[in-house]
């Protein structure tokens, strides 16, 4: 007989059976199969022939930035909306593309572009979490999204992704796949491809990325801003932890790798800091350049531009105008802090209102933005944007001692809530120092070609980008000097003639007192010309000047120089330099001095590529004994570097002596007031030019010279720029001939031809000889050489300091140094 059944049990059992449940199940799959059947049909029948075409990636040709290099390769900047590398996937590194793999789809060689396994497992993870924290994404679709699709969530959108991966999967190899992925996918700070974001976070090629630098990158596709190394230090350095465990266990990385990467500390470059040098002023340049040819192409297509930059003498010039202005600076006392704001008590809000005040300070590379929290006479602590504290103590405080005092005035004084500006000496001790006001400028090309080596436009270009070589006409002062002098030896000079360095007044314009130009100096009397010029003596560049005469010597200079004839006043102070010139403009005229009389035109982009490496375009310079035009003859360039050594050795140029050479040539200058300072000076293979002054024309200081303010830097460039650079002795060329030690010109010597002394009279011989006072002025209105038969009647003063010559001005104004 059988056992009877329990009723629960009995129930449960038709429960399961239960003919309804069976129906409702059964037309629920028939349903989702119709379903699905349908949407294949829809899918091939209305999506399939309206997918895009993938001559997007089998061609593939993105936007790749304009790219500025040296000559010898370094990427000096790019331009363009987005930053782009492209490179090969044999040339990226496997750490990388494991990290990415690990990270987006570790599978990706053994699906088809739809990784169904991934699927279900991130629905299986969404399911028991509860929400959708897993993607399915496999690269291919991420390719197909990020080429064809828009980023909205939507099912047609995804349709649409599923589609072209199957499509993109049957077109292309899987290497051809994750080369564009690893080149197109956008990883934040404009950086398109994994190349370009290694520049921009690391400031390297992606060939030299470590393991550890390889999975902070890898962590950027999730969220290029959540994971941002650069904004979110901390959130990216949890997400490149997580990727390396992810490689461990996946097998791509030992457990030593494992250990050393997650250990390895990394150096994020600060935004504008991605480029080993710094030639912000030269890619400007170039940028306009391009932009006149290729307009917008300019930003999309790829172009390779090269540059006659030297990238270590780029880099040496920027570290030696940066030093000169922070050094003049220095000497001119602390102006106060650029701002001050009060501190909460609150430690957040006191945290919160440090933040604000930095962000509207940036840094300026290593002069960095600080926010005062402590202030005394012999300490001062302050906040660094890194949140990095930093003290400042003993000699260090020297420079703003004042500042410090309680006598201080509100604006100077440092005290909590003051945003200072602080850098490391070369002992990595902090100091507080500011923003320089003046600027600097250097320019350095070589002679024989006109190929620019380096180019710094100012102090620093996100401060101030007018472009102080090529856009700033400034008075020469003294360095117009040798011109002078270069076209008075086509008359019949030599650096052995004596010219008188005695007072001398001159007729100025209508209603105006006599010009009556003066030294620093009390006259010294008869002097030779290179004596002279070793001390810049204006009275003697002047004589000189009036005894060739002013239209002579303009249209000699003009036209062997190269100076705008327009800029070049007709008149006696051009002597001391009242006309305008660039700083590109006057390393070009000394580079006839140092090229042995050629005219050159400097010239800064050798050739222009486009993405393949097609050359669009390619430099044709002028090059000495190939196209170059002889613009003076050789003795006389021969003469006037004789000349010149005697200033950079003996003179006021003397500071040169300290590189160790023979072979250096160059020129001081000082405008009146000292509202510019300059030093031109060469050595055969360089000519290199300094400048320093304000934008707006003031005095750069009483005791400020041409060489206290550009020589120093001219040199600690020339040093770098020279190394291993051997002496150069220069032959002497036919037409010379030597007489106790001194070169004149066969045709002008003491015994046919030769000006032997200009203004001298038997008082001023005699005086001379026994040390007297010399002569005094002579009475308004006469000659300053008896023998001047082309000096000018009624010479005009120079202009101001910027603008156009004018035809009149005050003439107590320009004295010149």
């Not at 496997?94 to 990270?103: E, G, Q, T």
């Not at 994750?178 to 921009?200: C, D, H, K, P, S």
């Not at 105008?321 to 050094?327: A, E, L, Q, S």
């Not at 002579?778 to 009647?793: K, L, M, Y």
Request: proline share 7%.
């Amino acid at each position: 007989m059988p056992l009877p059944t329990s009723p629960g049990r009995l129930q449960r059992q038709r429960g399961f059976l239960n003919p309804n449940i069976a129906k409702f199940i059964g037309l629920s799959i028939l349903g989702l199969g119709i379903a699905g059947a349908l949407l294949v049909v829809y899918a091939l029948i209305f999506i399939n022939p309206r997918l895009p075409s993938l001559d997007l990636i089998t061609d593939y040709r993105p936007k790749v930035p304009l790219r500025i290099y040296s000559e010898d390769k370094v990427l000096l900047g790019e331009f363009g909306e987005e930053k782009r590398s492209l490179v090969k996937l044999d040339d990226i590194p496997a750490d990388m593309k494991n990290a990415v793999l690990a990270i987006e789809d570790y599978r990706f060689y053994q699906h088809g572009g739809i990784d169904y396994i991934g699927i279900a497992r991130a629905l299986v993870t969404d399911v028991l979490r509860g929400s959708a924290s897993q993607g399915a994404s496999t690269i291919t679709m991420q390719v197909a999204r990020n080429v064809f699709l828009t980023k909205e969530k939507t099912f047609s959108r995804k349709l649409y992704e599923v589609l072209l991966a199957n499509k993109i999967e049957n077109a292309l190899t899987k290497d051809q796949i994750l080369e564009v992925y690893m080149n197109q996918i956008y990883l934040g700070q404009r950086a398109f491809g994994f190349a370009a974001a290694a520049r921009t976070y690391f400031g390297k090629d992606l060939k030299d990325v470590t393991l550890a630098e390889a999975a902070m990158l890898a962590g950027l596709p999730k969220a290029p801003s959540a994971y941002n190394p650069i904004v979110n230090p901390k959130r990216a350095h949890i997400r490149q932890q997580y990727i390396l465990q992810r490689m461990l266990d996946v097998g791509f990385i030992t457990q030593a790798q494992y250990d050393a990467a997650s250990k390895e500390e990394l150096k994020v470059r600060t935004p504008g800091s991605q480029y080993n040098t710094h030639a912000e002023y030269v890619n400007e340049m170039v940028r306009q350049m391009v932009y006149a040819q290729y307009k917008e192409d300019t930003y999309t297509q790829g172009f390779n531009v090269y540059t006659t930059i030297n990238a270590a003498d780029q880099q040496a010039a920027y570290l030696a105008v940066r030093k000169g202005v922070m050094d003049y600076d220095r000497r001119h006392g602390y102006r106060g802090p650029e701002e001050t704001v009060a501190l909460p008590a609150n430690a957040d809000e006191r945290a919160s209102a440090i933040d604000d005040v930095l962000d509207d300070h940036p840094d300026n590379d290593d002069i960095l933005a600080a926010v005062v929290v402590a202030a005394g006479p012999k300490q001062v602590d302050a906040v660094l944007r890194s949140g990095d504290k930093v003290s400042i103590k003993g000699d260090a405080l020297r420079f703003v001692a004042n500042a410090l005092s309680d006598k201080a005035k509100k604006e100077v004084r440092i005290q909590p809530g003051s945003l200072i500006r602080v850098m490391q000496d070369a002992k990595q001790n902090w100091q507080i120092v500011q923003l320089p006001q003046v600027e600097a400028a250097l320019v350095s090309v070589v002679p024989q070609d006109g190929a620019i080596r380096a180019l710094i436009g100012g102090f620093d270009f996100t401060q101030n980008n007018f472009n102080h070589v090529t856009q700033a006409w400034r008075q020469p002062g003294s360095t117009f000097k040798p011109f002078i002098y270069s076209a008075a030896l086509e008359k019949g000079f030599a650096p052995a003639s004596i010219v008188n360095d005695a007072p001398v007044s001159y007729p100025a314009g209508p209603g105006q007192p006599n010009w009556e130009p003066r030294d620093d100096e009390p006259p010294a009397g008869p002097m030779s010309v290179r004596t002279a010029l070793q001390k810049s003596v204006n009275l003697v560049a002047i004589r000189t000047l009036d005894y060739i005469g002013v239209p002579y010597a303009k249209d000699f200079i003009t036209g062997a120089y190269g100076f705008d004839s327009d800029k070049v006043p007709p008149y006696l102070p051009m002597a001391l330099g009242a006309g305008q010139t660039t700083p590109l403009q006057l390393s070009a005229a000394y580079s006839v001095f140092a090229n042995g009389g050629y005219k050159i035109q400097p010239y800064l982009i050798t050739q222009i590529t486009d993405s393949r490496g097609k050359v669009l375009s390619k430099a044709d310079p002028l090059v000495v004994g190939n196209g170059a035009p002889r613009v003076v003859a050789e003795r006389n360039s021969y003469m006037m570097t004789s000349l010149l050594k005697s200033v950079a050795q003996r003179g006021t140029g003397a500071r040169s002596n300290s590189l160790g050479r023979a072979d250096l040539a160059g020129k001081t200058g000082t405008t009146n007031e000292a509202i510019d300072g300059w030093f031109a000076g060469y050595q055969r293979t360089l000519a290199t030019v300094v400048w320093m002054g304000y934008d707006q024309p003031k005095s750069l200081g009483g005791m400020e010279f041409g060489a206290q303010l550009a020589l120093p830097i001219w040199v600690d460039y020339m040093g770098k720029a020279l190394k291993g650079v051997p002496q150069f002795d220069q032959p002497v060329p036919d037409g010379i001939r030597f007489i106790d030690g001194e070169p004149y010109y066969d045709n002008f010597t003491p015994e046919n031809g030769l000006v032997t002394n200009v203004g001298v009279t038997v008082v001023d011989a005699i005086s001379n000889f026994f040390g007297w006072t010399p002569s005094q002025a002579p009475a308004p209105g006469t000659q300053s050489a008896p023998n001047a038969p082309n000096a000018p009647g009624t010479p005009q003063a120079p202009p101001p300091s910027r603008g156009a010559p004018a035809n009149n001005f005050d003439s107590k104004l320009y004295q010149g140094h």
